[in-house]
DNA sequence: CCTACCGATCGGTAGG
DNA sequence: CCTACCGATCGGTAGG
């Protein structure tokens, strides 16, 4: 887990805009990935995109593939963040439902395209990289099966099985193929589609 | 001149093998396609699998672009003719959407792979390609609606908007990140979740 | 459908 | 982070 470090501690400042870079260079990517695919975008794109010279990116990843791995694994960390303010003290299981569905939603269609990129590109990652990107990316689906659960117990999800899950995934992943902002439909509309298609209404309250 | 023969019309045969050895390279196109991703599939790739040389797939396809436009349309066809074939004599408006859902996951799930391409790959399209697509895209998603808004009218759907069946694709189309045969749960056995989980029971009919 | 090949491009690196 | 570069590979073609 640690790793012992020789070298002297990097200056703050100095530190920070290495940090900078890196994170300019993973926003890019991760536009690229989504917009040409992984495959299909070039590391010169990638470098042209933030101003750098071809061979630059190399300074700060050690691959392609360790860009992708790293476009995926911020997005999931973005997503994780969102997720845990969303439900930050909420005690009712549709009220935590209706948080979690949101906040994926916004996620996914919202300014970051890191989270997509794992949507689009799973096939590309490598079998060392992909181990890396389940453990966060089990942390963050781990958050809705008990939601699920008290949903279920309160009856009003008619099964809260992993399957349930996986459709209601699909309904709102599927959304970054069709959803364009200013399209109609708002976010929250969106979302409460979605709810109404999973949550009963057992107990007649008007919609 | 009189010494120059002209070849003799290709007969029937021929004609049959030149058909074979296309749909050959189309599935195998297809295969690739998916397990691998259309940018990093290679030319040698396809060729290899069917036992061709490299310089080969031109014979039959003017372009790499060329070959995914065909996987995409002989993907459509294939699962407009099973719709067809599915809904061919129903009338009530349930029967027939289950009916096409359990289509939908059969050509998505089953065998073949070329449906998937479509799913996997639309970026990868060039816009001419596009259009062409579209097109057949179009009269498969068309027979979806008129069975959504009859099973509205039957009161058995709260929303037959487009939003609805965006949603429903999503949920199914999703199944092929998870769905492993025999992982578990049957082709049925989804149909019948997706379905529960869209359709109202306001009849109060056990499941 | 094969042989033989080409121009272009790509991920990545050495050395500063 | 840049310059300069390389080996490998790729889509595609000419000519049979």
């Not at 061979?55 to 994780?80: N, T, W």
């Not at 099985?161 to 509309?189: C, E, H, I």
Request: charged share 30%; hydrophobic share 45%.
């Amino acid at each position: 887990m640690a790793r012992s470090e020789k070298k002297p501690a990097p200056r703050k400042a100095a530190a920070a805009d290495e940090g900078n870079r890196r994170a300019e260079l993973i926003r890019a990517a991760g536009r690229l990935f989504v917009d040409k695919g992984f495959d299909a975008t070039t590391i010169r794109d990638i470098a042209d995109a933030v101003g750098m010279r071809s061979g630059s990116p190399f300074y700060h990843f050690k691959s392609k593939q360790d860009m992708l791995k790293s476009v995926m694994i911020e997005g999931l960390q973005a997503a994780l963040e969102a997720q845990q303010a969303a439900v930050a003290g909420l005690k009712d299981p549709e009220e935590k439902f209706r948080a979690l569905v949101k906040s994926h939603l916004r996620i996914i269609l919202e300014d970051h395209t890191e989270f997509p990129v794992l949507l689009y590109e799973w096939r590309a990652l490598s079998d060392e990289s992909r181990a890396e990107v389940i453990a966060v990316k089990d942390r963050y689906e781990a958050v809705w099966q008990p939601v699920l659960r008290d949903l279920k117990k309160a009856g009003r999800l008619g099964d809260d099985s992993k399957v349930a899950r996986l459709m209601l995934f699909g309904a709102l992943n599927w959304t970054v193929q069709w959803y364009r902002p200013g399209g109609g439909l708002t976010l929250d509309q969106i979302a409460e589609r979605a709810i109404d298609f999973f949550v009963c209404d057992k107990t007649g309250k008007p919609k």
